[in-house]
């Protein structure tokens, strides 16, 4: 289980951020800074974001009292439990049951509409107790659980998978500014995209200036199917690559490989956090057109695959003003509109 920061830490920690950059921390940036702090701290780089950003702060705001006092606002009160009574649980259940009935509404819906309509400092149960209260009523054989939008007469026991823990892991905060600029080619982002039952999928990768996009079929999602399949589709662009940045799959254990055959800097993106890979997931969401959610990949060809990136690549984009991620990445400029259509053109249009 983590510790929680002490006062004396948190006012350590306040007094790095704010410090000057001068001496030991000449010149650096935050992303440099804080590789340097976590290690004065003996913390992780991670606990440092947590512990500024999910507090509302910003680095240069960060307040160690204030912090604090959250923390043991939050201590003080993690286990109390408000308790409603039966009248209260009847009073919610029937007002869903009517507005479940009349317009279609989920228990979110009513318990968002409710706090919307009345006085702020009133006791609501929140959406989760609904829920529990309605699969009560469904084991004692009551039949609001059909309202629900789903209509499961009990909740899908959730599925337990081993932990595996990745080793070595470098921050995507300790990245080069340079690569938030997306002032140079060579900054990948990669991911996997799955089918049905997490079997056979798809490696992709977008590269962050072009918004080029690559793509691999893989079997599964082992380390060493995926390390394969990453090495088949970025070394022959090795000349070009600088860095790496990914989610915490498992799949991407063996990361230390794939630098160094890469001699690349590899990255991981924060968990839960797909925002910090964004032209990678929009690049995912543009395969997705080809290959729908629930395409089983193991009946699609490879050559079906890349059929649909070079559609892809070849798309004018709006953010390259009418050019082409693959203009982009290979720095070259290609005539798409054939030479007769554009004499058409020029005929129709001149002014």
């Known amino acids: 289980m983590a510790k929680r920061l002490t006062l004396e830490k948190r006012i350590r920690l306040e007094t790095l951020l704010k410090l000057p950059f001068s001496g030991f921390m000449d010149n650096l940036s935050m992303a440099k800074k804080l590789p340097k702090i976590a290690k004065l701290l003996e913390i992780s780089q991670s606990t440092i974001h947590r512990e500024v950003i999910k507090r509302g702060f910003d680095y240069a705001s960060y307040d160690a009292n204030k912090a604090q006092l959250q923390s043991l606002d939050k201590v003080s ?8 009574s039966e009248e209260q649980k009847q009073l919610i259940l029937e007002m869903y049951q009517e507005f479940a009935t009349n317009k279609s509404w989920s228990p979110n819906a009513l318990m968002l ?33 059909k309202l629900l939008p ?38 990948i982002e990669i991911d996997s995209v799955v089918g049905p039952f997490n079997h056979a999928g798809i490696i992709t990768g977008t590269e962050r200036r072009s918004r080029y996009n690559m793509a691999r079929l893989v079997k599964n999602k082992t380390g060493n199917e995926t390390l394969a399949k990453l090495l ?3 070394l022959v662009h090795k000349k070009k690559i600088k860095t790496i940045t990914s989610d915490n799959g498992v799949e991407f254990a063996l990361h230390l490989a794939i630098a160094s055959e890469l001699n690349a800097q590899y990255y991981f993106a924060d968990p839960y956090s797909s925002y910090q890979r964004g032209s990678n997931e929009h690049g995912n969401g543009m395969i ?13 060809t490879e050559g079906e ?7 892809i690549n070849h798309l004018p984009r709006k953010i390259h003003n009418g050019k082409t991620a693959h203009e982009i990445f290979y720095g070259i400029n290609k005539k798409l509109i054939p030479a007769k259509q554009r004499k058409i053109l020029i005929c129709a249009f001149r002014t």
Not at 123 to 137: F, G
Not at 288 to 300: D, I, M, Q
Not at 305 to 311: R, S
Request: aromatic share 10%; hydrophobic share 30%; charged share 35%.
């Open 288 to 300: 997705r057109r080809y290959f729908p959610k629930g395409t089983n990949f193991s009946l699609v």
């Open 150 to 187: 789903r209509s499961h007469r009990k909740r899908k026991g959730k599925s337990v998978q081993r932990k595996e823990v990745i080793s070595n892991k470098q921050s995507i905060h300790s990245r080069d500014e340079i690569v938030e600029e997306r002032s140079r080619i060579g900054d």
């Open 305 to 311: 695959l890349q059929l649909a990136l070079y559609k």
């Open 77 to 84: 009160n993690g286990n109390k439990r408000y308790r409603y």
């Open 113 to 145: 509409r409710l706090k919307t309509e009345l006085a702020p400092n009133m006791k609501l149960p929140c959406v989760e107790i609904i829920y529990q209260w309605i699969y009560e009523d469904a084991r004692s054989g009551g039949v609001l659980y």
């Open 232 to 234: 088949e589709m970025l």
